[in-house]
């Protein structure tokens, strides 16, 4: 063990005591994958497709950003692996960015003429993994009853989330969750706990939905619009997690035989949850990991940078790699549900804007395609392999250029 890796095992286990071992077991996979992020400037006439994307939505989505980057102190860093500088290296492009008009070829000349692609790979891998996700629906009503009795509950006020990257810099990206009992930080009720009344009591219900099956997927999606029974409408989004690990039941699924790994999808898990409901329970309290939410008052979903997100423009990736609220070119494929076997090629300018318990790795990436049918076809079918690039003020690229930074 590095020590680096043994550091962090001892501050783990004598802040959280006991329970230190299991919060140790779930950062130490992180630290044994060797992944490296590795960047190279490259040019626009590299990019596939590049020349062939409308723009549509994007200028929408990289104002929002910029509106969040403005706000910011100038040497505030942009995060990730300090890999795009600070706020103040952005604010003159985002400032000219917000200026245009929404012409295509208005963004395509000044995003060629501001910014230099970096080549994202990890190691000597240029290919990743892309999946996408969407709004959730659900029915529901503030009222619990025979049909609306699975509640979606608020943040507790004793959770606490930690950004150990705040403590080190080495720790950056890895977090932790607990509550505090006798001056210690220890593990907060896992789902199975808080499912069988861990937290009941506690007034926290924010409202009840009519499918435990639809919650689960709430969770892993991260928000949500909730038909009402009165006829109301509610958005609800991500507000803490209660700091167990995400584990993907499809992967049960697939090693005891339910479901192929070539037919594994979100409709697929769905599907088996909803003809099995006596297994379903406790096949979705294998992920331990529990969200709580929050009501919005917004026009769409909010991201982990504080952001409403765009649909098709706006991406997740794992912010300990990767920073929020910058350009990234995306090329990877499109399945518009799991039931074909037909893929277009999907290449177009997002926005990294939010991130996700699955979400791991250099080149990674969630694409949120927004709420209704087709985003829940398409959310659910994306597997697909891909590649992306970086988009740097050209301020930063040169800095890059000049140290090697790689």
């Known amino acids: ?27 130490q996979p992180e630290e044994e994958i060797a992944d490296q992020l590795v960047l190279e400037a490259s040019d626009f006439s590299r990019l596939d497709g590049w020349s062939e994307d409308s723009f549509t939505g994007f200028l929408d989505a990289f104002g929002k950003s910029c509106e969040k980057i403005q706000t910011l102190p100038d040497s505030r860093s942009m995060g990730g692996q300090n890999i795009a ?58 009222v619990k009853s025979e049909t609306y009795n699975t509640p979606l509950l608020k943040r507790p006020d004793d959770l606490v989330m930690v950004n150990l990257g705040a403590f080190r810099d080495s720790l950056r990206g890895q977090r932790i969750a607990g509550f505090v009992r006798d001056g210690q930080l220890k593990p907060y009720f896992d789902r199975t706990e808080i499912e069988t009344g861990a937290l009941d009591d506690r007034d926290l219900e924010i409202v009840y ?10 969770h892993i999606q991260g928000s949500g619009w909730v038909d009402m029974e009165d006829g109301n409408d509610l958005r609800v989004g991500y507000a803490g997690q209660n700091g167990h690990p995400y584990y993907a039941i499809g992967r ?26 006596d297994k379903a329970d406790e096949l979705m309290r294998l992920n331990r990991s529990y969200v709580f939410f929050r009501e919005l008052d917004t026009g769409g979903p909010i991201g982990a940078q504080g952001v409403e997100l765009t649909p098709e423009r706006s991406l997740a990736v794992d912010r300990k790699w990767m920073p929020l609220g910058v350009p990234i070119w995306l090329e990877t494929e499109l399945q518009e549900n799991p039931d074909t076997d037909i893929v277009t090629p999907f290449r177009r300018l997002m926005m990294a804007q939010d991130t996700g318990g699955a979400i791991r790795g250099p ?16 959310a659910g079918a994306m597997k697909s392999g891909g590649r992306y690039w970086i988009l740097l003020p050209n301020s930063v690229a040169e800095r890059h250029k000049a140290q090697k930074i790689s």
């Open 85 to 142: 500088g600070t706020a103040g290296d952005w604010k003159d492009v985002c400032e000219q960015g917000m200026a245009l008009s929404g012409e295509a070829a208005d963004i395509r000349s000044f995003v060629e003429t501001r910014f230099t692609p970096f080549s994202v790979r990890n190691n000597d891998q240029p290919d990743g993994l892309f999946t996408g996700y969407y709004e959730a629906s659900l029915k529901g009503s503030r």
């Open 1 to 27: 063990m590095s020590s680096r890796n043994w550091f962090l095992a001892v501050c783990i286990i004598a802040v959280v005591g006991a329970g230190g071992y299991l919060l140790w077991s779930y950062l």
């Open 252 to 277: 049960t699924l697939i090693e005891q035989g339910h479901v192929t790994k070539e037919k594994m999808s979100m409709q697929a898990i769905r599907d088996w949850l909803e003809t099995n409901p």
């Open 209 to 218: 939905v009519d499918s435990a099956v639809d919650a689960f997927f709430l």
């Open 363 to 378: 080149v990674r990436g969630d694409v949120f395609w927004g709420h209704g049918q087709m985003a829940y076809d398409r």
